[in-house]
């Protein structure tokens, strides 16, 4: 999580494919071109992987959104991870 705070993109290249297509498809609000499944197919992620990709964005989204709108208190591990907001 730091790396990805302080760096941008994690260090592997396989985390980094990952990580690109996670933030193509939000920024292209899913409409992926061509590159970006072929860039990912080459860190050796298969077809179902995306569907995956698009499953755990949709899980984030929505804990992202209840939690915005219920704003829980942090519970004590995860205190240390916290974002200076």
Known sequence: MQVDRVHGF???QC???WSA???ALIEK???LEQRDLESFAVAGFSPAQVLET???LAVSVMANYA???TKPPLEEPFKAQ???V
């Open 21 to 23: 297509l996670a933030r």
């Open 15 to 17: 985390t980094r494919r």
């Open 10 to 12: 994690p260090g592997t």
């Open 29 to 31: 609000r899913g409409h």
């Open 82 to 84: 916290a974002w200076g």
């Open 67 to 69: 939690g915005n709108i």
């Open 54 to 56: 698009i499953a755990g």
